[in-house]
């Protein structure tokens, strides 16, 4: 074999290799669905992260180590120029205590504390973690008639680093177009 083709042979391996790699990692990455609603004067906003639960997520909640999902939202003007008109901050997190085998779970938003619930139930927490069901977010009094606005939501998860690691880049990402008719 000649020198000029081992050297090929090793890129197209590597090639394969990175192409692989990004294929595996896209079906590993957990979206976010979003649905927004204008109604009785608010921007109503639902959405939920798919696939964020992972065995290392679960291992690490059922080892009591504190669990948190924040989740930045985002209200942008959609044009030429997407310009930002509304943000929130919506974290949910939860610990399990070993001793009473419970979840303590909370939610907040922009850090005031909105909801705090025990539970004994593991599918409560996935949902607690990664749905949020018609939040009044903004008030329309902020929107345009006839507007074209979207919802941008990202999650960002911690515990990061160590042991616990996350099959994605940190970031889980979903957005949502709307006209805002009054």
């Known amino acids: 074999m000649m020198p000029g083709q081992t050297v090929l042979r090793a890129s197209l391996c590597l090639a394969v290799f990175v192409a692989a790699v990004r294929v595996l990692a896209a079906d590993a990455v957990p979206d976010i ?17 798919t ?11 059922q080892s009591g180590l504190a669990t948190v999902f924040s989740y930045d939202v985002e209200l942008r003007h959609a ?13 949910a997190s939860v610990r399990f205590d070993n001793l ?8 907040s938003v922009d850090g005031q504390i909105e909801d705090v619930r025990p539970t004994e139930n593991a599918a409560d927490v996935r949902l607690w973690m990664t ?18 606005y979207s919802i941008r939501v990202r999650a960002h ?8 690691v996350w099959p994605w880049s940190g970031t889980a990402f ?3 177009k709307f006209t805002f008719v009054q």
């Open 51 to 61: 696939d964020a639960f992972t065995a290392d997520v679960s291992d690490a909640i």
């Open 157 to 164: 998860t911690r515990p990061r680093g160590g042991w616990f």
């Open 79 to 91: 044009g030429l120029f997407d310009r930002n008109v509304a943000a929130t901050t919506i974290t």
């Open 131 to 148: 749905r949020f069901v018609r939040m009044p977010l903004w008030e329309t009094s902020i929107l345009e008639t006839n507007g074209e």
């Open 100 to 107: 009473t085998r419970r979840y303590q779970m909370s939610r």
């Open 33 to 49: 669905s979003v649905t927004p609603i204008a109604r009785d004067g608010h921007v109503v906003v639902s959405f939920e992260m």
């Open 174 to 176: 979903g957005q949502a």
